[in-house]
């Protein structure tokens, strides 16, 4: 079981501290640390933290976009701190499937993201921080989305949550909406075997439900605070 | 609109988006902050669970609702047929620019504009409206959203309604007007007349005038 550390401060000032070199555990998260509503009077903020990765997300709108669509919002995604190709459209594509964009014609919601610290899965930590920080700003969702990476090792072997010194033969990025059971975004790099495919999937979903009872507990916490 | 509604139940129970909230049955409507889905009513944000009674067809409807806090909501983006407040920022030879405040009762969070066309100010005599005679900047108007413009416009919005038009009236001197009657307004210092296409909301003007002596 992952555990917690949602209730302190964010530790800015250890962001170069060097972690200490635990054997990487196959069934257990990196220490995570969550936090929405980071700004007193703004809504909207989150911040995440697993392991040494630590991601900012912050959320600008719905304001309007007089060239939008009519029909739904649009969203976009602004990366700060990270070579973003690689993932923006993955999260885009994941936040098109988290919120009610049909509320919000003609909007634009802005998420600005800041990758502090990148050891690794900084995809799992932003799809975490975005959709957090969504439902801080009171944007309608569908669910709460949790999210986990997953790596094949080459001895065939699955681990959860691989920092980027692991050496790895593949690794399967997950969301999901764990409550209405839906796959909101698949990112995965490397070779495997499609049997090896469905193992890791299934072994990353069963993983990602894992965060639910954190990112529940970050929520709840923000409401009684 | 729905006149008949009360606040019935507000619990103190906090739920987190995607919670099940109750199976669907015939007297559960799904409100704001809530949707619903595969037979359950489902919350959609993060906050505490309302229950409203409802009775505007003489039947008992329970409307469940989520609010982050306990005055309203935020972040509804206008709608075709709502009721929105604008403040009037400028106005030109076709149309004047207005920056949407509030959709129906709900105070908007971010920034939106739209237009109101000088044929949609009112519902008669189209053909001789002068916008200045109608509305001027810094007025605040009750409007109708008719439309979300095209590619490059704005929401369009309407006063063409009886009930709609000017609710709060600055003059071309700066200083507030008070209705005089349904066409013009009056300057509260100078007593200067103004013409403006004045919402006939009965109650609020009757307020208003009041609140004046």
């Given at each position: 079981m992952p555990y917690t550390l949602s209730k302190v401060r964010i530790p800015l000032s250890d962001l170069l501290q060097k972690t200490s070199e635990d054997a990487p555990s196959s069934s257990s998260f990196r220490p995570v640390c969550f936090k929405i509503n980071l700004f007193e009077n703004k809504k909207g903020s989150a911040y995440v933290e697993i392991g040494s990765t630590r991601v900012l997300a912050q959320v600008v709108g719905p304001c309007e976009d007089s060239s939008g669509d009519f029909y739904e919002a649009q969203i976009k995604v602004v990366f700060s701190g990270f070579d973003e190709?690689?993932?923006?459209?993955?999260?885009?594509?994941?936040?098109?499937?988290?919120?009610?964009?049909?509320?919000?014609?003609?909007?634009?919601?802005?998420?600005?993201?800041?990758?502090?610290?990148?050891?690794?899965?900084?995809?799992?930590?932003?799809?975490?921080?975005?959709?957090?920080?969504?439902?801080?700003?009171?944007?309608?969702?569908?669910?709460?989305?949790?999210?986990?990476?997953?790596?094949?090792?080459?001895?065939?072997?699955?681990?959860?949550?691989?920092?980027?010194?692991?050496?790895?033969?593949?690794?399967?990025?997950?969301?999901?909406?764990?409550?209405?059971?839906?796959?909101?975004?698949?990112?995965?790099?490397?070779?495997?075997?499609?049997?090896?495919?469905?193992?890791?999937?299934?072994?990353?979903?069963?993983?990602?439900?894992?965060?639910?009872?954190?990112?529940r507990k970050t929520l709840f916490a923000e409401m009684n605070s | 609109?729905?006149?008949?509604?009360?606040?019935?139940?507000?619990?103190?129970?906090?739920?987190?988006?995607?919670?099940s909230l109750f199976p669907s049955a015939e007297d559960l409507r799904p409100g704001k902050g809530t949707y619903e889905l595969h037979g359950h009513i489902y919350s959609s944000l993060l906050g505490y669970v309302y229950v409203r009674e409802d009775t505007t067809d003489s039947r008992n409807i329970r409307v469940i609702e989520v609010r982050r806090n306990e005055e309203r909501h935020q972040h509804v983006?206008?709608?075709?047929?709502?009721?929105?407040?604008?403040?009037?920022?400028?106005?030109?030879?076709?149309?004047?620019?207005?920056?949407?405040?509030?959709?129906?009762?709900?105070?908007?969070?971010?920034?939106?504009?739209?237009?109101?066309?000088?044929?949609?100010?009112r519902s008669t005599e189209r053909d001789k409206i002068e916008i200045s005679e109608c509305v001027l900047p810094g007025d605040i108007l009750l409007a109708r959203v008719i439309s979300f413009g095209d590619t490059v416009t704005s929401f369009l919005i309407s006063t063409a309604e009886e009930q709609l038009g000017v609710v709060m009236a600055t003059g071309e001197t700066g200083e507030k007007m008070m209705t005089?009657?349904?066409?013009?307004?009056?300057?509260?210092?100078?007593?200067?007349?103004?013409?403006?296409?004045?919402?006939?909301?009965?109650?609020?003007?009757?307020?208003s005038t009041t609140k004046a002596k």
């Open positions: 190709v690689s993932i923006r459209s993955q999260l885009i594509g994941a936040m098109r499937g988290l919120i009610q964009l049909h509320l919000y014609a003609k909007s634009l919601i802005t998420i600005n993201l800041t990758v502090l610290a990148d050891d690794g899965g900084v995809l799992q930590a932003a799809l975490l921080a975005a959709s957090m920080a969504i439902i801080d700003a009171g944007i309608e969702v569908l669910d709460v989305c949790v999210a986990c990476q997953v790596a094949v090792l080459p001895d065939k072997s699955l681990l959860v949550d691989p920092n980027k010194s692991t050496q790895t033969q593949a690794a399967l990025t997950v969301a999901i909406l764990p409550n209405l059971n839906q796959i909101i975004c698949i990112d995965s790099s490397g070779t495997m075997s499609l049997e090896e495919y469905e193992k890791a999937l299934e072994f990353a979903v069963s993983k990602a439900v894992k965060l639910y009872p954190i990112v | 609109m729905t006149s008949m509604e009360t606040d019935v139940a507000s619990s103190s129970r906090v739920v987190i988006p995607g919670e983006s206008p709608h075709i047929g709502a009721i929105v407040t604008a403040k009037v920022i400028n106005i030109g030879p076709r149309y004047a620019k207005c920056q949407l405040l509030s959709v129906e009762d709900t105070i908007l969070g971010g920034d939106y504009t739209a237009l109101l066309r000088k044929e949609d100010i005089k009657d349904w066409n013009t307004v009056q300057g509260v210092e100078t007593g200067r007349v103004e013409t403006r296409k004045i919402a006939k909301v009965p109650n609020l003007n009757l307020h």
